[in-house]
């Protein structure tokens, strides 16, 4: 909200506001993100200036309760963003609101070296047959100025289609074949554009198509081993 003052000046106001029931329902698909993961959840959180921030952290720790088996640590937002890069492998699951959320996924983009390597999923309540539902997508969105040149990194989009056959459908079989092709076409030296480096001679820049093919090879043979 944008209001006038009497003095001719123009104040700005935002309010951010959290129910105890928004706090629980998000904290508990971080939990139960984490049981199938590392068994570790950081709440990040403003407690020490925000009123908000107070009740998520109590919430938060209320929810942690009923998960025994995973380890909850609670960290302030500026701290959070300055260990991001610090040691950024200290983290399993990341629990904050939108804006806190918002901010740190785009700093773990750069730590992975591409928006185009960050797949991400708007997670729902469970559905009937268990599951959950979700809206999958590549974090950096659509990119219309390369559509049709063979140009753009496929590996958001391939990791978010895991990511649906982890959390919707429960194929986590499936969902790790999938990541572990990505990570063994990453170590073949295989790189699109964004993530290329030309100084090493290691790798070798591929267009979206022989990176998509060559996922989907290594997703087979992983499938294969996986299944035996």
Avoid at 5 to 29: F, K, N, W
Avoid at 61 to 68: F, L, N, T
């Amino acid at each position: 909200m944008i209001e006038f003052l009497p003095d001719g000046q123009r104040r700005s106001v935002d309010t951010m506001v959290y129910s105890t029931s928004e706090i629980e329902r998000i904290a508990r698909v971080a939990f139960e993100a984490a049981l199938g993961r590392r068994k570790k959840v950081t709440s990040i959180d403003k407690a020490n200036v925000l009123e908000n921030g107070i009740l998520w952290r109590e919430v938060v720790s209320q929810v942690a309760r009923d998960y025994p088996t995973v380890t909850l640590e609670h960290m302030f937002v500026d701290n959070a963003a300055m260990q991001l890069v610090i040691r950024p492998t200290q983290f399993d699951v990341i629990l904050c609101e939108n804006m806190f959320g918002d901010i740190l996924s785009d700093e773990a983009a750069a730590l992975a070296g591409s928006l185009g390597m960050l797949p991400s999923a708007s997670l729902g309540s469970s559905v009937e047959g268990g599951g959950t539902f979700g809206f999958y997508e590549p974090a950096g969105g659509t990119a219309p100025d390369i559509a049709g040149k063979n140009l753009a990194n496929p590996i958001a989009q391939i990791l978010s289609a895991a990511l649906m056959l982890r959390h919707s459908f429960g194929q986590n079989t499936a969902a790790q074949a999938i990541q572990n092709a990505v990570l063994d076409v990453l170590a073949q030296g295989l790189r699109t554009g964004d993530i290329h480096n030309p100084d090493d001679k290691t790798c070798k820049r591929v267009g979206t198509r022989e990176m998509g093919e060559a996922i989907s090879l290594a997703t087979a043979k992983n499938i294969a081993r996986l299944s035996s």
